[in-house]
């Protein structure tokens, strides 16, 4: 299945929402897309087995489906980011030595989207405690070959999950507009146990 740009971005908004119901015209604007062609997508969506709509009054609102077994996959595909370019590739490059003791990264924040020269580089690193003190270690020798300042977010799978849950602005923006590196198995489990009640 390959997804267009926007269909990832509803796909990550409603999982960044999991816990939450969201209707047609909340999705379309968190997507700066058009209630019609959003419409259209969460319908395809459904009709896959990807998404299920439950009607609230007389609205329909939409969440992932984790019940099919392709939802998960084609969750991960909405996470992959298309060729890495720029700052971003030189960025991803850096970092990749904390791939061996982190779960999953994803870049979000100005870095990724402002056109001038950010200040810092905001990144979600999902660890266990036990490779925290690993992680402290690497993340200091990557500082110091990466001319911004690394922002961390460290968090457990269960951090994430309950951050999640809670709607939490730095998560949900992280899981809605960032930019994953790695971990897109890890990223979609939390989700999934994030959407369960």
């Known amino acids: 299945m390959i997804l ?9 908004f409603l999982a960044a929402n ?8 909340d999705v379309a604007k968190a997507c700066g897309i058009t209630p019609n062609g959003a419409h259209k997508m969460l319908t395809k969506l459904e009709r896959e087995g990807v998404l299920k709509a439950k009607k609230i009054a007389n609205i329909k609102a939409y969440k992932p489906d984790f019940e099919n077994e392709r939802t998960s996959k084609v969750y991960e595909l909405a996470f992959m980011p298309d060729e890495l370019q720029g700052r971003v590739k030189l960025r991803a490059e850096d970092l990749k030595q904390l791939r061996a003791v982190t779960k999953a990264c994803i870049l979000f924040g ?5 056109k001038q020269k950010p200040g810092d580089l905001d990144a979600l690193f999902v660890v266990e405690k036990n490779t925290f003190e690993s992680y402290k270690k690497a993340l200091a020798r990557v500082q110091d070959i990466t001319p911004v300042k690394i922002h961390d977010i460290v968090q457990t ?4 999950q309950q951050n999640l849950k809670k709607s939490d602005p730095i998560v949900t923006e992280a899981m809605h507009k960032g ?9 979609v489990k939390v989700i999934k146990n994030a959407a369960e009640k």
């Open 4 to 12: 267009t740009e926007n269909e990832k971005c509803v796909l990550r």
């Open 179 to 187: 930019l994953a590196l790695w971990g897109f198995d890890t990223i």
């Open 110 to 114: 100005s870095y990724i989207t402002a």
């Open 157 to 160: 799978t269960s951090d994430l």
């Open 18 to 25: 999991a816990a939450r119901d969201y209707s047609i015209n």
